[in-house]
């Protein structure tokens, strides 16, 4: 059998079997789209913890419309939690494999975290971001 019917042959399987296919970070959209934040909330951290000068602490409330999406960007300087309140979100890593999240869970995101967002059900995703971060200059 060539090479390329058994690249096909095993696609055809793990589409029958419902394995996903993994997506690298190139598939990833750059922008946003159908996505929103409010009720932001921030605390600078300087005056309130030594040598935070500079960063602060924000929440966020935020919503990805069906079919919408965060588009790739790294959490690098910029650690998070996440609660997802309603909806279901899938989130994909840079090495493209991917977690779905629904009402109730929560997903740290690190300095080694780089991924994206998309909402591929049929209703909002609404999920509270905290972050501290640096505000650009």
Known sequence: ????????????????????????????????????????TIVDLGPEIEGMTGRQ???????????????????????????????????????GTSRTFGPGDTSPATKDTTHWHHNDGKEPVTLIAVDIFKPAN
Not at 19 to 38: H, L, R, W, Y
Not at 81 to 92: A, K, M, P, Q, S
């Open 57 to 95: 602490l924000r929440l966020r409330l935020l919503t990805i419309e069906p079919g919408g999406h965060i588009g790739l960007h790294s959490h690098k300087d910029r650690p998070a939690v996440v609660y997802f309140l309603e909806g279901h979100d899938t989130v994909t890593l840079a090495d």
């Open 1 to 40: 059998m060539k090479s390329g019917n058994i690249v096909f042959a095993l696609l055809s399987l793990a589409i029958v079997l419902g394995c996903p296919i993994v997506a690298s970070s190139e598939d990833a959209p750059q922008d946003n789209k159908g996505f929103t934040a409010s009720k932001t």
